[in-house]
């Protein structure tokens, strides 16, 4: 059972860093007596192609398998296609990718797409070829099937179903390969393991974005989830879902208008700072503030940041708008055009970094940039047991999430030369227990600092 990557044009030698597969070494691991190896065939400035492969134990798949009750489960050629079992003996060799969290300075080239070749096989599926491509090319799929040669490939039966799929597209890395971890089980026969919650998150997770409009989610949700139970749970989970994303979006509206009627209370606002923009939706909001004369919407993803631009374009000829200029860029890294400006704001941006970067984040800020002012929101901890979380954050990207106490001594040790004055508010409806669903800290720099 093997997975091929091709990419070609400018920049493919990147996907080693996305990878995070030295090119020159060989990965072989052995997951409980499963052998995974990944190798690269061709590595150049314009072509590069790897391949991923498993040379299973069937004994092993067969011993801890509980239904296992025959010899059938030795000479079964499921155990040697790509499957769920594949799946989830590949998906660790992958997770940088999957994951898209390579070293912070190839960040940019994880929404950055190319030219790929995503080939994958033997396959053994009951679906007909059509449904195959019927499943792959709304994704924008060259689908191209072919059928394994049982003369060839000895380890199946000779009325094996198997076959070879290839998929030429124009995407990134972690999508296609998130979409290959959704539906390369939906073509399996059967899944290997117990399907339970951790399932379902693992579905929204990898199905964000793409699988919502798909003509075939309906068939490719009852595939991967099979119990017709857990299937019932996603369609609740959907509606309790849309409740939870209404009263998302009415937060991110209140935490918008509240750092609006902060900035409005300054003498000094004409330019700003919005550090992790993303689609533009704080940054074009602060365009119609009276008095702004620049609006810096830093980013480092290139694919949400064209997304903000047309954002912005649809207002660019509206009387009193700034258009907001689109930055990439990182937090980890100085940059001249940000330095001594009027305002920069982090809005819900420090829970998605690893705490223990922050400090260095913040010195860049408060020494180098030294903003008049600094606006920094970032969930109260304490108010996810208002909303009954089953999980421990908000977000499965948040690194961690603070108590008011805690933002309070964090945003406090990082004002120790006292040059800026720190006041601390609360956005959303309060609890009288737990306080406010979003905390914000503003520091404003002392005159004469």
């Known amino acids: 059972m093997q997975l091929t990557i091709k990419a070609s044009g400018e ?57 296992a009750y025959d010899i059938t489960h ?20 992958l997770g940088t990718a999957l994951n898209g969290q390579p070293k912070e300075e190839y960040i940019k080239w994880v929404d950055h797409p190319f030219a790929f070749q995503f080939s994958f096989g033997p396959v053994s599926s009951s679906l007909s070829d059509q449904h195959i491509m019927d499943l792959f090319q709304p994704l924008g799929f060259e689908v191209e099937i072919t059928r394994a040669d049982t003369d060839y ?50 579905l929204e997770r990898y199905g964000q974005v793409w699988l919502e409009d798909h003509p075939e989610k309906g068939f490719i949700l009852r595939q991967f989830l099979r119990f017709k139970e857990i299937y019932s749970v996603i369609d609740n989970k959907t509606e309790m879902r849309k409740k939870n994303d209404e009263a998302r979006t009415r937060l991110n509206d209140l935490r918008y208008e509240k750092i609006i009627e902060k900035i409005n209370s300054m003498s ?25 004369q620049e609006v810096l919407a830093v980013e480092p993803s290139e694919t949400t940041s064209l997304r903000a631009v047309e954002r912005f374009k649809k207002a660019e000829n509206t009387d009193g708008f700034v258009s907001p200029e689109p930055v990439w860029g990182s937090l980890f890294y100085y940059d001249e055009r940000l330095k001594s400006k009027d305002i920069m704001i982090l809005c819900e941006v420090i829970e998605h970094i690893d705490e223990e970067r922050l400090p260095k984040v913040m010195d860049t800020i408060l020494q180098e940039y030294q903003p008049k002012a600094l606006i920094i929101t970032t969930p109260n901890k304490e108010y ?45 409806e309060e609890h009288i227990l737990y306080g406010s669903p979003t905390q914000m800290c503003v520091f404003v720099r002392k005159e004469g600092e």
């Open 153 to 202: 490939y000895f380890d199946f039966k000779s009325k094996s179903t198997a076959r070879f799929i290839s998929l030429k597209g124009y995407t990134t890395l972690q999508t296609g390969l998130r979409q290959l971890f959704v539906l390369i089980p939906v073509l399996d026969n059967y899944k290997h393991y117990f399907i339970d919650e951790k399932e379902i998150e693992k």
């Open 268 to 292: 000094h606002k004409q330019r700003i700072v919005d550090f992790g923009s993303g689609e533009g939706k704080l940054s074009y909001r602060l365009g119609f503030v009276n008095g702004v």
């Open 384 to 428: 996810n047991a208002v909303y009954k979380m089953e999980t421990h954050f908000r977000h499965n990207d948040h690194r961690f999430e603070w108590t008011r106490g805690e933002f309070r001594k964090w945003c406090t040790n990082r004002n120790q030369d006292e040059k800026y004055e720190l006041s601390f508010d609360g956005i959303g």
């Open 11 to 67: 920049n493919v030698k990147f996907i080693s860093h996305l990878l995070a597969k030295n090119p020159n070494n060989i990965y072989e691991r052995n997951h409980k007596g499963h052998l995974v190896r990944l190798f690269y065939s061709k590595f150049t400035e314009t072509a590069v192609e790897v391949t991923i492969f498993v040379t299973p134990d069937p004994i092993e798949l067969m011993r801890n398998n509980a239904n």
């Open 74 to 93: 030795y000479i079964n050629d499921r155990e040697f296609a790509v499957s769920s079992i594949f799946i989830s003996f590949i998906r660790k060799a």
